[in-house]
Nanobody, 125 residues
Framework: QVQLVESGGGPVQAGGSLRLSCAAS????????TGWFRQAPGKEREFVAA???????YYADSVKGRFTISRDNAKNTVYLQINSLRPDDTAVYYC???????????????????WGQGPQVTVSS
C-alpha cells in the first residue's frame, strides 16, 4: 500500500543539474530502504543510489561524486541531486522502496517492493 510519487526531471544541457523528488504515502521513509534506478532506451534498468532505513547511503561507481541521495523525514520525501550531468545520464529515473528485511541486494531492482512512475531525464550535449 506504499505509493511513491516522483517529480522533477526534464531536459537539461550537459554540465547542468537536476533535483528529483520522491514523496511516499502509506509508510514513513525512515522505516524503508529507498533506491534510485535508471533505465536508458534499449538498456537494462541499473542501480544508481540507495538510502538505507538506518540512514547510510550507497552509490553506483558511475555516479559517485556527482549524485547525492538525501531524505527529509518531515516531508516523507527522498531526493536525488544530480550534478555535472552527461549525455549518458539520459534515462528514465525510478524511485523504489523496500522493507529492510528483504533478502535481495539493495542494488537489485527485483529486491524492491514499490516503484514510482519514472520521470524522464534527457541530457543534451
Amino acid at each position: 500500500q506504499v505509493q511513491l510519487v516522483e517529480s522533477g526531471g526534464g531536459p537539461v544541457q550537459a554540465g547542468g543539474s537536476l533535483r528529483l523528488s520522491c514523496a511516499a504515502s502509506g509508510r514513513a521513509f525512515n522505516m524503508l530502504t529507498t533506491g534510485w534506478f535508471r533505465q536508458a532506451p534499449g538498456k537494462e534498468r541499473e542501480f544508481v543510489a540507495a538510502f538505507r532505513w538506518s540512514g547510510s547511503t550507497y552509490y553506483a561507481d558511475s555516479v559517485k561524486g556527482r549524485f547525492t541521495i538525501s531524505r527529509d523525514n518531515a516531508k516523507n520525501t527522498v531526493y536525488l541531486q544530480i550534478n555535472s550531468l552527461r549525455p549518458d545520464d539520459t534515462a528514465v529515473y525510478y524511485c523504489a522502496a523496500r522493507y529492510p528485511n528483504s533478502v535481495s541486494p539493495i542494488t537489485t531492482n527485483n529486491g524492491y517492493d514499490y516503484w514510482g512512475q519514472g520521470p524522464q531525464v534527457t541530457v543534451s550535449s
